[in-house]
Antibody, heavy 119, light 109 residues
Framework: EVQLVESGGGLVTPGGSLGLSCAASGLTLSHAWMSWVRQAPGKGLEWVARISTKTNGGTTDYAAPVKGRFTISRDESKNMLFLQMNSLKTEDTAVYYC??????????WGQGTLVTVSS | QSALTQPPSASGSPGQSITISCTGTSSDIGGYDFVSWYQQHPGKAPKLMISEVTKRPSGVPDRFSGSKSGNTASLTVSGLQAEDEANYYCSSYAGNKILFGGGTKLTVL
C-alpha cells in the first residue's frame, strides 16, 4: 500500500523560506514521477511542481506562480520528496499535498501540510 | 480564474444521474487524452476517480464514468448516492504543466 506523509508546514512571514518533506512507503521514489499540489483555504486545487524518474533524468517542471522560487527534489537514500519554498508570498498560503504522478493523473495523495504566510 | 472551466455546482436526487462538464482548449483537454477527475470530501485529501479520460482506478465504483469530446471532458455519476456529495475537480495535462478546473460542488438532494 502506498503511503505519503507530508511534514514541515507552519507559519512563515512574507519573504521567508520553508521546506516541506514527504516520506513515502510502498513505492520507490526514484522510480516514480512525483508532484506537489496545493489548495488555498476554501479554494480549488493548483498544481505546483513535478519531478521525473531518475531514468528520465530527474527533470523538473514548475507552475508559473512558483517558478524561480520553489525547488522540488528527492533523496533516494531516504525515499523522501522535498519542496523548498523561498521568497514566500501571502498567496502561497495553502495546504500542500505530496502526490504520485503518472500519465497526467495524481494517483496517490498524502494528508497535506498547511503553510501559512502572514506577518 | 481557473484554467479549466467547471460549473460551480450540480445537484441530483438519489438514484438519478448527473454529468459535470470541464471545458478547456486544444492545448490541454483537446490535445491530450490525459484528463482526470478527483473527488474531495470536506477536510479530506482528493481521491482519483477517473484517469486518462475513461479509466477507473481499482476500488472506484462503476457508477463513475468519464468521457471527452473536443475540448470538453465530462464526468457522469449514475445512481447517485448520499456519499457522492463532495467537490469534484477535473485536471488535464498541458505539455509541461497540469491544469485544474475550479471545482464543482455536487449536492445529493
Amino acid at each position: 500500500e502506498v503511503q505519503l506523509v507530508e511534514s514541515g508546514g507552519g507559519l512563515v512571514t512574507p519573504g521567508g523560506s520553508l521546506g516541506l518533506s514527504c516520506a513515502a512507503s510502498g513505492l520507490t521514489l526514484s522510480h516514480a514521477w512525483m508532484s506537489w499540489v496545493r489548495q488555498a483555504p476554501g479554494k480549488g486545487l493548483e498544481w505546483v511542481a513535478r519531478i521525473s524518474t531518475k531514468t528520465n533524468g530527474g527533470t523538473t517542471d514548475y507552475a508559473a506562480p512558483v517558478k524561480g522560487r520553489f525547488t522540488i527534489s528527492r533523496d533516494e537514500s531516504k525515499n523522501m520528496l522535498f519542496l523548498q519554498m523561498n521568497s514566500l508570498k501571502t498567496e502561497d498560503t495553502a495546504v500542500y499535498y505530496c502526490t504520485k504522478y503518472d500519465s497526467g493523473s495524481f494517483h496517490y495523495w498524502g494528508q497535506g501540510t498547511l503553510v501559512t504566510v502572514s506577518s | 480564474q481557473s484554467a479549466l472551466t467547471q460549473p460551480p455546482s450540480a445537484s441530483g436526487s438519489p438514484g438519478q444521474s448527473i454529468t459535470i462538464s470541464c471545458t478547456g482548449t486544444s492545448s490541454d483537454i483537446g490535445g491530450y487524452d490525459f484528463v482526470s477527475w478527483y473527488q474531495q470530501h470536506p477536510g479530506k485529501a482528493p481521491k482519483l476517480m477517473i484517469s486518462e479520460v475513461t479509466k477507473r482506478p481499482s476500488g472506484v465504483p462503476d457508477r463513475f464514468s468519464g468521457s471527452k469530446s473536443g475540448n470538453t471532458a465530462s464526468l457522469t455519476v449514475s445512481g447517485l448516492q448520499a456519499e457522492d456529495e463532495a467537490n469534484y475537480y477535473c485536471s488535464s495535462y498541458a505539455g509541461n504543466k497540469i491544469l485544474f478546473g475550479g471545482g464543482t460542488k455536487l449536492t445529493v438532494l
